[in-house]
């Protein structure tokens, strides 16, 4: 199980099967469509592979710092993985740490937050045993979700501007391949090959966008929102940790945050 819910750190191992096969499935129907319809090599066009892919790529690092698009990298890779951390996963993780201190004390909570992996929960414990208030305990968790928001709707803003940026460089490409076409127009036998190299730039610009850039940015701002409902489940353990509660209670309130089908009977 990760240490760190949020996606940029997440582990290496594993494959969303889904992702892979929706990727594979669309390139390759696509692939069938263009082999059935004839000439395969018409869609082979190095030049339009550089306007659409350069033009998208350059524009990113114009408008945004270098740092940040390198940021991305990592975080593409983990939208080909799957969810690892589940809010359920630590519910009877919390109502055991919750029924040790109500009858163990600080020190047993103390000697049970070094077996704690998830960042936020051993984050929240190692509060309650420094002696932190409930509000100042709230106050960091709810902090940790603001900036969790905050750097993923950074890094889907990037990949929203280059999902919009391939198509016009598509567009951009069929420009100057019509360009060429027009400065060759008094040999009529040359307009047909030229007009569909010039149509080429927008079909990878669409494509681009839509099979690839677009799908994977919808994946992670979901994946975002899952993250967000997972802290504030383990928020809201924390807190029933500290006040003593009950531990069913605290179930109850966690399970409250989710979904039927995700909660612990």
Not at 139 to 146: R, T
């Amino acid at each position: 199980m990760a240490s760190d819910t949020d996606f940029e750190e997440a582990p290496e191992g594993g494959i969303d099967t889904g992702t892979v096969l929706g990727v594979v499935a669309g390139v390759g129907l696509i692939i069938l469509a263009v082999y059935r319809g004839g000439d395969m090599q018409v869609f082979m066009n190095l030049n339009a592979i550089l306007i659409v892919l350069g033009g998208m790529v350059s524009t990113a690092f114009i408008a945004f710092s270098s740092k940040k698009i390198l940021s991305m990298v990592p975080v593409v890779i983990n939208a080909f993985r799957p969810d690892v951390s589940k809010p359920v996963d630590y519910i009877d993780q919390i109502m055991s740490l919750a029924g040790k201190y109500r009858t163990g004390g600080m020190k047993v909570l103390e000697n049970a937050e070094a077996k704690v992996e998830n960042r936020f929960l051993k984050n929240g414990i190692a509060m309650i045993v420094d002696g932190y208030s409930g509000r100042e305990i709230y106050q960091v968790l709810d902090s940790e979700i603001s900036s969790l928001n905050e750097r993923h709707n950074a890094g889907t803003k990037i990949l929203r501007f280059m999902g919009v940026q391939a198509p016009v460089f598509g567009m951009a490409g069929t420009l100057i391949g019509l360009i060429q076409m027009l400065m060759h127009i008094d040999n009529p036998s040359t307009i047909g090959p030229a007009l569909a190299t010039a149509l080429i730039t927008t079909f990878y610009g669409l494509i681009l966008a839509n099979l690839i850039v677009t799908p994977i940015t919808a994946k992670l701002a979901i994946r975002t929102e899952s993250e967000v409902v997972l802290i504030k489940t383990i928020r809201t353990g924390v807190m029933g940790i500290f006040e003593r509660a009950n531990p069913a209670k605290i179930q109850k309130n966690m399970n409250a945050l989710l979904a039927p089908h995700e909660r612990r009977d």
